[in-house]
């Protein structure tokens, strides 16, 4: 195991490439909770945050309550 997560992956959702090029896999926990895990990160990605196994909570789809997504619309 080269992998080592502080919470349990129950299994495997989805996965989604994000526009950053890096590739991040959607994980259902052991509490009922969904991660979003980073599996690949891509070369040219710029975001720090974006590291091999590191959890991503802003795109955790359970928690889409963004009030504020009005001003700054990225589309594609
Ligand atoms: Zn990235």
């Keep these: 195991m080269s992998k080592t997560f502080s919470m349990r992956i129950l299994r495997g959702l989805s996965s989604r490439l994000l526009p950053c ?3 991040a896999g959607i994980y259902e926990t052991y509490d009922g909770n ?3 895990i980073l ?3 891509d070369e040219t990605c710029r975001d720090r945050r974006h590291v091999n196994g590191n959890v991503l909570p802003d795109l955790c789809p359970a928690r889409a309550s963004q009030s504020r997504a009005d001003s700054t619309r990225a589309d594609r």
Excluded: A
Aim: with cysteine; aromatic share 0%.
């Design 21 to 23: 090029g890096c590739l």
């Design 34 to 36: 969904v991660v979003t």
């Design 39 to 41: 599996d690949e990160r």
